[in-house]
Every structure is written in C-alpha cells, then in structure tokens.
C-alpha cells in the first residue's frame, strides 16, 4: 500500500538520486567530474578551471574537447588511441564494443573500448582523475596477442591546425617547432615522451608527461596531417623504435616515420598527466634590463632547442635535414644557457654516445652525424651508427670540439664518474692530434698538406686550409687548457702539466710573426689562417672566427695585438652597416676555396654565420662591452624577423640563405649568459664572473644547477647569489657552494684561495665579501650561528694577522696553507685576514 503522506519525499529523493546519475554516476561526488549518460559525455576540469577536457563516448570513446582557460585546442577529430596493421587502421574513436563508465573512489572508469580485426584485437581501459591542477589519464591496453604494428597512438592527440601552438618543447631538451612542418605528411620522430606546447602570443601552455610500464619505452612523432591539424603521438613499444628511412627523424610528406615493430599479447599502461603552464612565467628569463628578455626566451626555447635531433644526438644542423657536425665546440655552452635539465642529461648521453660509436681505435674523431650516406668520405659511413668523415676533407677540430665539449659538460652535470669514463677518450683525442707536430715547432698539423689538394681541415669546409691551421690550433689551445683542468680535479697532476705545458708551448708559437713560423702578420695586424707544407701563408684576409678565437681563447694576451684587431673588425663592419660579422671581410684567392665559394663575397668567403657569434662576444666583452652589447641585441632583433630560420645571411642583402638552419646561430645569446651576465657554473660549485655595464643594472634571474636554485642579481661592481641555503654579495667574480651546514665560497670562481664556513646549525649563511686581494681578506658574516672560518690556499707557515670586529692577534698558518677562527656571530661580524709584515 502506497503512504501518499511519504509521496513528496519519495519523488524528491528519486530526482535527487536521478541528478546524481547523471552528474556524478561515474565518480562518485568529486565535482570536477561530471558525467552525462543522456549526452554520453563526461566533463573533468582541475580547480580553476585553466585545464577541461570532454570525452565523448556516443560512437567509441575520443576526448573532444580539450579546454585551455575555456579556448577549446582540438580539431574535431580530438584525442584518442588507435593502431595501424598492413590491414587497416583501428582506434577507439570507432568502438567495436559497447563502452561503459563507472565510478571507483574518485575515479571515472571508461571500459569496453575495443577495436581491431582478425589479426589483432585491443582492449582498452580508460581511467580519469584530477590530482591537484592535473588530470591523469591512465591507459591500460590490451593486446589479443603479439603482432606486428606499422604504427600506433597511445594516444593521439589531434590539436586544431600548426597556429595553436608555437611549438612543443621536448623532455629531451629539443623542440618542435610547427612552423617548420610546412607540407602535408611533414613529420619529426623522437625518442622521448613528455612536451609542453606553448603559445607565444597568450603565454597559455600545455604540459603532458607520459609515465610507461618500466620495461617500456616511449617515443612520439609530431606530424602536419592531411586535414591541416597539428598531431602529436605517443607510441610505447617493448624497444626503442627504428626509423622507417635510414636514420631520418624527420621526414617531408611522411607520417611513418618509425619503422614497423612488434607488440607482445597481454598488457601496456600508459598514464598521460596533463597539466596547464603559464608558460611566460614557467620559461622566465627573469629581468633583463637593456636586452629584449622576450627574444631571449624565444631564441633559446626554439633556436638554441633546435640542435636536438634525438635523444643522444645534439649538433648544430638540426631535426630538419637530419644532421650533426662533431667539429662544433659550443654546444655544452648552449646547454648552460638554456638552463635545462633535460638537455643537459642529453648532451652528457651524447658525449658517450659519441665516445663510443663516432671514436676510432686510435682516437679520431669522426666528423659528421647524418641519417643516410652520400657526405662521406667513401667507405667512412656507418649505415648503423650514422657516423663518418665528411667528403670535404678530414675536419680536424671534431678532436677539439669533442674534448671542449666535455670538459664544459662536466662543469653542468658535476659528476666525477662520468668524467672519468670520458677520460681515455679524451686524451686519446687531444693525443691523437699533439703527434701530428711533424716539424716540432709546436703547432699541430691537419692531414691535407697543400691548397692543390682541394680539401679542408675545419668547420670551413669548402675552404681549403690545411697543414698548420690557426683555427684548429687555437681550439686545440682551449682544449688543452679545459681538459688540464679536468686532469687536475681527477688527481692527475702530471698529465694535468703536460697538457698545461702542451698548450703554453703552442701559444707561444702561434703568436709567433709570420716570418718566424707564427701566426701574426704584423703588415695585415691579423692573424693569418694558415700555411701550407710549402710555407705559403692564406687567409690574411681577416678571417673572423680565426682572431675571434686567439682572443677569445686566451692566446693573443697582447692589448695592442687585442685592441688592432677588434678595432678594424669594427670598423669595417660599420662601415658596411653589417648587423653580424662575416666569416672573412676580404676575398679568398681563387685557388684557396671551393667553386661553390665565388664570386666573393659568397658562402663561406664573405657571407655571414653567425654560429661563431660567440667568439666575437667573448673577444669584445672584456675590450668593449658596449660593442658586445650591440651585436647581442641586433642577433635579437634578427630573430623577431625571421627567427633566424637560416643557415647563413647574404653579404650584400643581409637576407637569410640556406635550408640547412644552424642551431649554433643562437651562441651571442649564450655568450650574453657565460661574458655579460658571467653564469659560470663549476663541477663544485656555481659561479659567476659578470662583465656588466650600466645599461644592464638591476639584471636578475633564477639559475638552476644540479637541482638548486640560485637567485642572481647583477650590477656593476654589485654582484649576490642566493639560494634557500646561503646568500652572498661581492663586488668581484666568486663562486659558492653550500652541503649542509658547510658552506664555501671560491674568490674569483678559482680554487687557489677559499674560505670554509661550518656553521653550528643548519640556518641559512648570510654572508658580505668586501675585499679579497694578495696580502689583504675581509667579509662580513651578516647571519647568526656560531662559525668555525677556514681559509685555505695561503702561504704555508706565513704569519697572518687576524682581526674579529677590530680585535686582532697573530696567527701562523699550517703547513697546508690554511688557518681557522672561531666565533660566535650574535650580530654581524666583520673578519679580516692580513699578512704580518
């Protein structure tokens, strides 16, 4: 019998329990899911509403929507998973099974995916939830048994056309950038999952990390479909993917670019976290006054990111034409500056790589990266590895470029072990190089002898130097002075002085004058370039990135030698209102390059590269940083232009040229960060030498190194570091690092001289340097603790005075060159460290 006085109440609990089907039935009361069985969709939105996604599972199941702050960025097809078989193409947008949603905890559960054929079937589940600002999408396929795919989407996620992002940055460190899949099918495959696709305009930006099986690994194609859509798909695979063409990561009008691979009956889980990114706050480059920081942010982020192939394989060349240079010195550099984690663990795995696939018996060091033959010296090609010597001639600097590389990625990654492995191969390739001294007069020699050759020795490659090449011998320099160092911080004194000496030696006879068997030609005030086996001397015809480099890398010391040839390089490139330095400001002769060279200025004899931008930076910071200066914002007003998307910039039009865009284009930016702003991270430590002008006061930025984060803010003589551990300020170059209530400070970024702080608890040091000079140390411990102060590297046995807020006494130091105070700081406390005379 119904009780008609209950009827009201029984008719409102049935619709309350009607709305939560239809609101909450697929998860449970969390109200950032919401499910509609009428509609077949189920809406999950993070907190504040910046990230929404809709999955639609009428047909099969497919996100459709995908929501950033309420802009929707897929194209109608949207996001979903899917496999291709010679037999066909099959995804979960076109279910073959019923799909069902349930509710576990604060979960949505999307089951009955299916699809498939007679050959293969999958089964899918698909699990939603929101942790915080993310949602978490958890895949679990299942495969009917093992097959052989062409291709897969686990998943696929369909973006509206290539304007909805600028471009993806990879976790490796690389980028993608839409612009450059400029055709249909245009597609680049990586070995790497995770991307935050930015837009440069909004500053709005997509983060999806991809988390696989542990015995899985993941790599992902980005694509420029046929219905105008920008792809991005993640495959997950039992081991690493090959490319379908050669060793091609990128491939035009293609969208296999991965070759077919076998997957294994049973079960794969994927789990996709995505998260909204204020990108202009999360890539800030912080304050920079007098330099476009913007630009900044977008050359590195795209530019500079450019050089990432794939994962083990950084050059200059880039994704597009499937290339990498070996004989290229500045990538660790670039990875400074860039201030990523992920390149910097992938520039170290391509050093090893390198060691171990691009290193000969003997020590040479292959020239040249590609994804298929036809550059090579005949019979260098590995169709494997990829690796072979360049058909111009035998580029000698890959023996430097590799050693400085390493011996600057070692100051980012800090880790000794890995140093060490390199440490065999690094010397056999300075070794290999150091016998090549046939005539003992301390400059090292190429293999081609004479211009009648036709072959070249560097990076120059339709030059034709050779013999005894001040371009290669001034890398060489720096090579030996890096890898010295590295010798030392292994225990290794007697190899660090005879790489020490090697290099004393050869800068002596570098800068030599031509007459004796130098480099100098006091007629041009230049250096020259080269000179033949016979004793023909070429390239006096200011060749930039050779004088470049003898300034730059500490040979040419001379400030008349310094200031005769930077200031004609100046000069003449106002003269011709050039907004970069050319490779050379003369012609070559006829006979001393290539056809492909002339008529002057054309390609590498005259145009401009502005790849060795560095060098000039380097060489002008410490001569005039105003000139510097200018040459770092013209690069940057070149990028808003044209984005630097070129190999080089025409002489006489000042046009970009070339399809074969050189990543190396970025390094006046990173030369900005290592010679203006002075970001001189140690294996030990984090530095910073700063070069500022007033233009510049009030620079700061956050640094990441080795998972602390250093605050920095610069001026002119004003200089502080700061990180939740320490702070210091000075008005000179220093370098400091704090392990737990240890903290140490390094005068001038150099070892000789340091002082140790133990503080008697775990607070934070505040600490001011306020003179460090022979004879003469004070500072100013500013936070409270008790202190024990050491300073280390002084005379041994010398007699000091010590004074602790004006109160001094005599102290002799040990044996060791060191002496320690003790204090208890209430207050701040000023210390001064003299030697008794």
């Not at 909805?164 to 950038?177: A, H, P, Q, S, T």
């Not at 294994?264 to 480059?285: E, I, P």
């Not at 004899?605 to 510097?628: E, H, M, S, V």
């Not at 190396?664 to 290592?674: E, F, K, N, V």
Request: glycine letters at 8%; charged letters at 20%; one cysteine or more.
């Amino acid at each position: 019998m119904i009780n008609y006085l209950k009827l009201p109440l029984l008719i409102y609990t049935f619709a309350l329990l009607l709305c939560r089907q239809v609101c909450f039935s697929a998860a449970g009361t969390d109200p950032s899911i919401i499910n509609n069985p009428k509609s077949k969709t189920i809406t999950i939105a993070v907190p504040d509403k910046t990230l929404v996604i809709v999955i639609d599972y009428a047909t099969g199941c497919a996100i459709k929507q995908l929501n950033i702050k309420g802009k929707n960025v897929l194209s109608p097809a949207g996001v979903f998973t899917g496999i291709r078989t010679k037999g066909g193409v099959f995804s979960a947008d076109k279910s073959l099974g019923k799909v069902t949603v349930a509710a576990h905890g604060d979960e949505v559960i999307v089951s009955g995916i299916s699809y498939g054929n007679e050959e293969i079937t999958v089964e899918e589940k698909w699990y939603f939830k929101v942790a915080g600002q993310t949602i978490l999408w958890r895949i679990e396929r299942e495969y009917s048994q093992d097959a052989e795919l062409e291709d897969m989407a686990f998943p696929g996620w369909h973006f509206a056309d290539l304007s909805v992002w600028k471009g993806g940055i990879l976790d490796n460190g690389g980028m993608v950038w839409c612009k450059y899949l400029k055709q249909a099918g245009d597609t680049y495959g990586v070995h790497t999952g995770g991307v935050t696709f930015w837009n440069a305009v909004s500053g709005d930006a997509l983060r999806i990390s991809i988390r696989s099986d542990s015995n899985k690994t993941v790599a992902s194609k980005y694509t420029h479909d046929n219905n105008k859509a920008f792809v991005s798909t993640q495959l997950v695979t039992d081991r690493p993917l090959k490319q379908r063409y050669q060793l091609s990561r990128f491939v035009s009008g293609k969208e296999d670019v991965f070759a077919p691979f076998k997957v294994r009956k049973g079960r794969t889980t994927v789990t996709c976290k995505l998260q909204y990114a204020d990108y202009f706050k999360t890539y800030s480059r912080g304050t920079l006054p007098g330099i476009d920081v913007d630009a900044v942010r977008e050359l590195l982020n795209t530019t500079g990111r450019y050089g990432v192939v794939d994962n083990n394989i950084i050059g200059g060349n880039g994704w597009l034409t499937n290339w990498k240079c070996l004989h290229e010195p500045f990538f660790a550099q670039i990875g400074m500056a860039l201030n990523d984690e992920g390149y910097t663990k992938n520039f170290s795995a391509t050093l090893d790589q390198e060691r171990d696939q691009a290193m000969l018996a003997d020590g040479r060091v292959l020239s040249r990266w590609h994804n298929a033959a036809g550059d090579e010296i005949p019979g260098t090609y590995n169709p494997e590895t990829g690796y072979y010597e360049a058909m111009w001639g035998y580029t000698i600097d890959s023996q430097t470029g590799y050693v400085i590389n390493t011996s600057e990625q070692f100051d980012l990654n800090g880790d000794l072990t890995w140093l060490r492995s390199h440490q065999a191969s690094c010397e056999k390739a300075l070794n290999w190089l150091i016998k090549r001294d046939e005539n003992h007069n301390g400059i090292f020699e190429m293999l081609n002898n004479n211009i009648s050759e036709k072959k070249c020795s560097d990076w120059l490659d339709i030059v034709w130097a050779g013999y005894e090449n001040a371009f290669v011998n001034a890398q060489l320099y720096e090579a030996l002075t890096l890898w010295a160092n590295c010798e030392k911080v292994l225990g290794n004194p007697q190899q660090a002085a005879y790489y020490s000496a090697t290099a004393l030696r050869l800068k002596t006879s570098f800068n030599k004058p031509l007459e004796a068997g130098g480099f100098w030609s006091q007629e041009k005030n230049q250096y020259v370039y080269w000179r033949d086996k016979d004793g023909s001397v070429h390239g006096d015809n200011l060749v930039t990135p050779v004088n470049f480099a003898a300034i730059a890398f500490g040979l040419c010391d001379d400030p008349q030698r310094i200031a005769r040839i930077l200031d004609q390089i100046e000069q003449r490139t106002t003269a011709e209102h050039l907004f970069h330095w050319p490779l050379c400001f003369d012609s070559f002769k006829q006979g001393e390059v290539s056809g492909g060279n002339w008529p002057f200025p054309k390609y590498e004899n005259g145009d401009i590269f502005p790849t060795w931008g560095y060098l000039g930076i380097r060489a002008y910071a410490n001569y005039d940083k105003a000139i510097a200066l200018k040459f770092i914002d013209n690069i940057l007003q070149q990028y808003k232009k044209d984005g630097l998307s070129s190999q080089r910039y025409s002489r006489t039009t000042q046009e970009g040229l070339g399809d074969d865009i050189l990543a190396g284009i970025c390094t006046s930016i990173t030369a900005l960060y290592r010679d203006i702003y002075g970001v001189r991270p140690k294996w030990n430590r984090m530095g910073i030498e700063p070069n500022m002008m007033p233009a510049l006061n009030g620079t700061s930025f956050s640094y990441t190194l080795r998972d602390t984060v250093y605050q920095l803010k610069l001026s002119v003589d004003d200089y502080s570091m700061s990180t939740m551990g320490f702070s210091v300020k000075s008005k000179n170059a220093f370098g400091a690092n704090k392990t737990g209530n240890i903290f140490t400070y390094y005068p001038n970024n150099e070892d000789s001289v340091t002082l140790v702080l133990h503080a008697g608890s775990g607070r934070p040091v505040s600490i001011t340097m306020e003179k460090w000079e022979t004879g003469e140390l004070s500072w100013t411990i500013n936070s409270k603790d008790s202190y024990e102060c050491t300073v280390k590297g002084l005379r041994a046995g010398a007699v000091y005075q010590v004074g602790i807020n004006n109160i001094f006494r005599t102290v002799k130091a040990t044996g060791n060159g060191s002496l320690a105070m003790k204090q208890l700081c209430k207050s701040a406390t000023r210390f001064i460290v003299r030697e008794h005379i």
